[in-house]
């Protein structure tokens, strides 16, 4: 299983999230994390510009976006700036998009939210011609047409994911991308759900089979605080839990909240915790590094202990 790492915008002004950015992946990569992923937060730094960043201050670890909205540019635009990123990083691009959630899309952008499956599938027939350039781009469906020259190709492979929570998305998961980068997933609803579902569409079509990302909050802790570790993760990460689509994601498992999703305990806790994800089908662990503490000075220590301890676990996890 490959471990890797959300490394995020966050808090703060623009000239300190980069420069604690670039720290943060120096320190993933000489970790050996297998992957560092960008979260496209709607209010913040854009995740490809990032990663393009990020490319020129390493030179091993593969770099994801965790999710691009689709909606929001064309699937050419997205294309350019893609493989543009992908090249500024020597091919180490993971491209993770997705039709992302009504709230973002229609609440935010004031862009209609209609049958969002159908939409990613048509942005899928551009995006893959765009993808494997150079040459024009050729596609006429329901959303598109699209006649457009291209001179830009991909350096190395760039796989590409699918955020994929209900059976069609995951259908076409399978069928048309490298996996599927998950949110609100826990181990039953991987086992039960996510997993067959992706597998079997790849399998239909001869594709190999997919990787699947589950990103989960991780906190190292006495047992005595898993308790604050989850009262915490409730607190800063439960936005996204009022979402219909990943309220339905909730009635497949075992989690109620994100709380219940957070990987919190000591070392042996947290080892058999992730343990339990692989069993379930999950190829692929995106740890968000969730600290506690009372002072900004505790909240720093419990990131540094957290991230240090994951880096010996993720030996063993591979």
Same mark, same amino acid.
């Given at each position: 299983?490959?471990?890797? $790492?959300?490394?995020?915008?966050?808090r703060g002004d623009s000239?300190?999230?980069?420069?604690?950015?670039?720290?943060?992946?120096?320190?993933?990569?000489?970790?050996?994390?297998?992957?560092?992923?960008?979260?496209?937060?709607?209010?913040?730094?854009?995740?490809?510009?990032?990663?393009?960043?990020?490319?020129?201050?390493?030179?091993?670890?593969?770099?994801?976006?965790? $999710?691009?909205?689709?909606?929001?540019?064309?699937?050419?635009?997205?294309?350019?700036?893609?493989?543009?990123? %992908?090249?500024?990083?020597? *091919?180490?691009?993971?491209?993770?998009?997705?039709?992302?959630?009504?709230?973002?899309?229609?609440?935010?952008?004031?862009?209609?939210?209609?049958?969002?499956?159908?939409?990613?599938? #048509?942005?899928?027939?551009? @995006?893959?011609?765009? @993808?494997?350039?150079?040459?024009?781009?050729?596609?006429?469906?329901?959303?598109?047409? $699209?006649?457009?020259?291209?001179?830009? *190709?991909?350096?190395?492979?760039?796989?590409?994911?699918?955020?994929?929570?209900?059976?069609?998305?995951?259908?076409?998961?399978?069928?048309?991308?490298?996996?599927?980068?998950?949110?609100?997933?826990?181990?039953?609803?991987?086992?039960? %759900?996510?997993?067959?579902?992706?597998?079997?569409?790849?399998?239909?079509?001869?594709?190999?089979?997919?990787?699947?990302?589950?990103?989960?909050? $991780?906190?190292?802790?006495?047992?005595?605080?898993?308790?604050?570790?989850?009262?915490?993760?409730?607190?800063?990460?439960?936005?996204?839990?009022?979402?219909?689509?990943?309220?339905?994601?909730l009635e497949r498992g075992?989690?109620r909240d994100v709380g219940?999703?957070?990987?919190?305990?000591?070392? #042996?806790?947290?080892?058999?915790?992730?343990?339990?994800?692989?069993?379930?089908?999950?190829?692929?662990?995106?740890?968000?590094?969730?600290?506690?503490?009372?002072?900004?000075?505790?909240?720093?220590?419990?990131?540094?202990?957290?991230?240090?301890?994951?880096?010996?676990?993720?030996?063993?996890?591979?």
């Amino acid at each position: 299983m490959r471990v890797g $790492v959300m490394i995020g915008p966050e808090r703060g002004d623009s000239a300190r999230k980069v420069g604690r950015m670039m720290k943060d992946i120096e320190w993933a990569e000489s970790a050996g994390m297998d992957t560092a992923w960008i979260p496209q937060v709607p209010t913040d730094f854009d995740a490809l510009i990032t990663i393009a960043l990020m490319g020129a201050r390493t030179s091993r670890i593969e770099l994801g976006t965790a $999710v691009v909205p689709l909606q929001a540019q064309h699937p050419i635009a997205l294309a350019r700036q893609a493989l543009s990123a %992908h090249a500024a990083s020597a *091919g180490r691009l993971a491209l993770g998009l997705g039709p992302s959630h009504h709230w973002i899309v229609q609440d935010m952008l004031g862009i209609p939210y209609e049958k969002p499956a159908r939409y990613t599938r #048509d942005y899928l027939d551009v @995006l893959d011609q765009a @993808l494997h350039g150079p040459g024009p781009v050729d596609v006429e469906n329901d959303s598109f047409t $699209v006649h457009n020259p291209l001179e830009l *190709g991909p350096v190395a492979p760039m796989p590409v994911f699918l955020a994929a929570l209900g059976p069609v998305m995951l259908r076409l998961a399978g069928e048309r991308a490298d996996g599927t980068i998950l949110w609100m997933a826990d181990e039953r609803a991987i086992a039960e %759900h996510i997993a067959p579902s992706i597998n079997k569409a790849a399998d239909g079509v001869g594709r190999p089979a997919p990787r699947i990302v589950a990103g989960v909050p $991780v906190c190292l802790c006495r047992p005595t605080e898993v308790d604050e570790a989850r009262s915490r993760a409730n607190r800063i990460l439960a936005e996204a839990e009022f979402s219909p689509n990943y309220q339905k994601l909730l009635e497949r498992g075992d989690a109620r909240d994100v709380g219940d999703l957070c990987v919190a305990g000591d070392e #042996d806790a947290i080892l058999a915790r992730l343990r339990d994800f692989e069993k379930a089908g999950v190829t692929d662990i995106s740890m968000r590094l969730l600290p506690i503490g009372d002072t900004r000075d505790e909240l720093v220590a419990s990131k540094y202990r957290t991230r240090e301890v994951m880096a010996e676990l993720a030996k063993e996890l591979r």
